[in-house]
């Protein structure tokens, strides 16, 4: 899992940068809505697929059979055009220094582009709600909604269904969908999905609050990506993701502890319901913020 974690690392910002260098703007937000849909339709088929294969086999067939297509999508990486314009002999040293100089490039970057940052950065705010939530969710559905494991299992189903239909309808009609839209209308439904899943009481009622957080939280992704990639230069965006997903796996591990901590001092469900709702308050300040008249060129596509 480590090494797992240290290759995403690399591979966040470096595919975040080349997708970036590759698809044209006005391509873009069709292109993370296809994208979205491929990624949904993995998240169902995936585990299917999976399990027929341990059922048929045994663990270790289907875990050396998941290898080899792993090694099989690296080569097919390697067949992508080289965009690079850079000359890579110019590249500076991993050191100290550098490392330092990086964190100076970014904080000018942000300082120098106020807006574009404060709403990257809102956005990643708001999600760390969601990550806190998401690490009680096994707890929560089986020990306070009282769930079996094969409901839990078909619920992470549900939500997966709803991704699908979501990325679907959006890669469809995503020109007919504004950049603004998209992401308010996506943090908001969301959050509505959450709040749903904070005050469920049976299968049926979580259900209907994954299936809305499945559906919407697509358009919150492609849409964000979007407008990260139109508003950040590419000579800086490996840099400035690197930076960014430094802070937010930090934070991260700082509101799963504290929403862990807090579940044993007072009920779980008061923890995630006040925990969805101050997600939906922020979201409502965050949506105030995408929609102001005077940034509206910023979302241009």
């Known amino acids: 899992m480590e090494g797992s974690s240290v290759a995403k690392a690399f591979f966040g910002p470096s ?29 169902i088929v995936g585990p299917a697929v999976g399990g027929t294969l341990i059922l048929l086999s045994s663990v270790h067939i289907t875990l050396w059979i998941n290898a080899i297509l792993f090694i099989f999508a690296a080569i097919l990486l390697t067949l992508l055009p080289d965009k ?34 404060y709403i990257y950065i809102g956005f990643i705010l708001i ?13 929560f559905t089986q020990q306070v909604i009282g769930l079996s494991e094969v409901e839990y299992s078909l619920l992470i189903s549900i939500t997966g269904i709803g991704s699908v239909t979501g990325a679907a309808i959006l890669s469809v009609f995503s020109n007919k969908f504004s950049l603004r839209h998209m992401i308010v209308i996506g943090i908001i439904m969301t959050t509505v999905g959450y709040i749903i899943y904070a005050f469920s009481w049976s299968f049926y009622s979580i259900a209907i609050g994954f299936i809305i957080l499945g559906f919407f939280n697509v358009y919150l992704n492609a849409g964000v990506t979007t407008f990260y990639q139109n508003n950040i230069p590419t000579d800086l965006m490996g840099r400035v993701t690197s930076i960014f997903q430094l802070f937010q796996n930090g934070f991260q591990v700082l509101f799963i502890l504290a929403i862990g901590i807090t579940a044993d001092i007072i009920p779980l469900r008061t923890t995630i319901i006040v925990s969805s709702l101050a997600m939906f308050v922020t979201s409502l300040i965050f949506s105030i913020a995408v929609f102001m008249p005077r940034k509206k060129g910023i979302y241009q596509e």
Not at 127 to 139: I, P, R
């Open 15 to 43: 595919s975040m940068t080349y997708v970036t260098m590759l698809v044209p703007k006005p391509k873009r937000k069709r292109f993370n809505a296809i994208r979205s849909f491929t990624s949904s339709g993995a998240f």
């Open 84 to 117: 690079e314009t850079i000359d890579k002999n110019s590249i500076p040293k991993l050191t100290f220094k550098q490392v330092v100089s990086d964190f100076t490039i970014v904080i000018e970057f942000i300082s120098k582009n106020r807006y574009v940052s």
């Open 127 to 139: 999600m760390l709600f969601s990550y806190a939530m998401d690490a009680q969710e096994v707890v």
